[in-house]
């Protein structure tokens, strides 16, 4: 609506300026962001790809917003953050395989406590619902020390040979989801991906390199290059796995641009 003759003839006041902004896009782009945030807090929770989060974000034309919630995603993991994920691992009785699985993590890793418990919030779903003020319909996953304990060991000790300072690395920059693939059976990833993997990268020296840059390899457990297009859904170009798939992943691995389908 166009505004009226008086409200164009009187300035807003001093203080409803520095409430609403100086335009009327910056009280837009702050309730953006806040539903931004928001979204972005409940992916952490599930599979759904995060740039929908950050599509979301940027629509608001606010640097310094999108620059403000990438550090407070990063600082996630304060003292009072990890106690109401300790006590909710406790209320669901999970106390003992928590600090089992925890200690594991230490002694691949060289972690501290507090870093191990982090790792695991992220990796099981805590974090998101600590974030989400402990939802009764969120249900964080427990660890198992006898699942992630072989996992870490076959890290160190398999075909990878991954340090502790690599392990570390590579726990601590992850999403979730990648997260999730590292601890519990990577020896079964290992294998699917390689065998699928295009030619550079199938060798295993090959492809420990680019899980060193890129953890999300050991994700790439699909490529639709080598399936039969005949079996694929006549509206699709794919198999409809890209999330898993080395088609898709290529392109950012070999440091290029993925250009629509034409990869």
Same mark, same amino acid.
């Given at each position: 609506?166009?505004?009226?003759?008086?409200? @164009?003839?009187?300035?807003?006041?001093?203080?409803?300026?520095a409430?609403? /902004?100086?335009?009327?896009g +910056?009280?837009?782009? $702050? $309730?953006?962001?806040?539903?931004? &945030?928001?979204?972005?807090? &409940? *992916?952490?929770?599930?599979?759904?790809?995060? *740039? %929908?989060?950050?599509?979301?974000?940027?629509?608001?034309?606010?640097? /310094?917003? %999108?620059?403000?919630? #990438?550090?407070?995603?990063?600082?996630?993991?304060?003292?009072?953050?990890?106690?109401?994920?300790?006590?909710?691992?406790?209320?669901?009785?999970?106390?003992?395989?928590?600090?089992?699985?925890?200690?594991?993590?230490?002694?691949?890793?060289? #972690?501290?406590?507090?870093? &191990?418990?982090l790792?695991?919030?992220?990796? *099981?779903?805590?974090?998101?619902?600590?974030?989400? =003020?402990?939802?009764?319909?969120?249900?964080?996953?427990?660890?198992?020390?006898?699942?992630?304990? !072989?996992?870490?060991?076959w890290?160190?000790? /398999?075909?990878?040979?991954?340090?502790?300072?690599?392990?570390?690395?590579?726990?601590t920059?992850?999403?979730?989801? +990648?997260?999730?693939?590292?601890?519990?059976?990577?020896?079964?990833?290992?294998?699917e991906?390689?065998?699928?993997a !295009?030619?550079?990268? $199938?060798?295993?020296?090959? *492809?420990?390199?680019?899980l060193?840059?890129?953890? @999300?390899?050991?994700?790439?457990?699909? =490529?639709?290059?080598?399936?039969?297009?005949? +079996?694929? =859904?006549?509206?699709?170009?794919?198999?409809?796995?890209?999330?898993?798939?080395?088609?898709?992943?290529?392109?950012?691995? @070999?440091g290029?641009?993925?250009? /629509? %389908?034409e990869?």
């Amino acid at each position: 609506l166009l505004p009226t003759h008086s409200a @164009m003839a009187r300035p807003l006041a001093p203080r409803a300026v520095a409430r609403h /902004g100086r335009h009327s896009g +910056t009280y837009g782009c $702050r $309730r953006v962001g806040a539903l931004a &945030a928001a979204v972005a807090v &409940a *992916f952490a929770a599930s599979r759904v790809p995060h *740039f %929908v989060a950050l599509r979301l974000r940027s629509s608001c034309q606010s640097p /310094g917003l %999108v620059a403000r919630a #990438a550090v407070a995603s990063k600082q996630w993991g304060s003292p009072d953050q990890l106690e109401a994920v300790r006590e909710g691992v406790s209320e669901a009785g999970g106390s003992d395989a928590w600090s089992q699985s925890a200690a594991e993590v230490v002694a691949a890793t060289g #972690a501290d406590a507090d870093q &191990a418990d982090l790792l695991l919030a992220k990796a *099981f779903g805590w974090s998101a619902w600590v974030d989400l =003020n402990r939802p009764s319909y969120l249900r964080p996953k427990l660890p198992s020390p006898d699942i992630i304990g !072989p996992a870490l060991r076959w890290l160190a000790e /398999g075909p990878l040979s991954l340090s502790r300072e690599e392990l570390r690395s590579i726990l601590t920059s992850s999403p979730r989801a +990648t997260l999730t693939t590292y601890l519990s059976e990577p020896d079964r990833s290992y294998a699917e991906a390689l065998k699928v993997a !295009p030619e550079q990268f $199938r060798e295993p020296a090959a *492809f420990r390199e680019v899980l060193l840059r890129q953890p @999300m390899a050991l994700q790439l457990i699909w =490529n639709c290059e080598l399936t039969d297009p005949a +079996t694929r =859904n006549p509206e699709l170009h794919c198999d409809g796995q890209c999330v898993h798939c080395w088609r898709t992943a290529t392109p950012r691995l @070999m440091g290029k641009v993925l250009d /629509g %389908v034409e990869v």
